[in-house]
């Protein structure tokens, strides 16, 4: 069983920037990001492929996240730019378990307790 852990939510102004981080106690193929807004579903943000070559967003962060992974280190970040207060929700850190050949935005096996976004206006 992987572990997740995300870290760096927090308060922020609209125009502001955050980096989220997610560690992984295991091994860990592609990797996602989830958010979930007060009385909305989770809904994917981005997900990033095990060597870190291919990348996916959805279309509301698209420009402004931008995700990456350290290997060596079993992390994964989410550089968010240009936040909005729509952008404030519970964000979580999501990994699969094997290889995929195409990155997916459902499925994920493994899930971080989440980290809170707050995006004042």
């Known amino acids: 069983q992987v572990q997740l852990e995300e870290s760096g939510g927090g308060l922020v102004q609209a125009g502001g920037s955050l980096r989220l981080s997610c560690a992984a106690s295991?091994?860990?193929?592609?990797m996602g990001w989830f958010r979930q807004a007060p009385g909305k579903e989770r809904e994917f943000v981005a997900a990033i492929s095990w060597t870190g070559v291919n990348t996916l967003y959805a279309d509301s962060v698209k420009g402004r996240f931008t995700v990456s992974r350290d290997t060596a280190k079993n992390m994964v970040y989410l550089r968010m730019n240009s936040l909005k207060p729509e952008d404030t929700a519970i964000y979580y850190c999501?990994?699969?378990?094997?290889?995929?050949?195409?990155?997916?935005?459902?499925?994920?096996?493994?899930w971080g307790q989440g980290t809170q976004v707050t995006v004042s206006s």
């Open positions: 999501a990994a699969e378990r094997s290889y995929t050949a195409v990155l997916v935005t459902t499925g994920y096996d493994y």
């Open positions: 295991g091994r860990t193929y592609a």
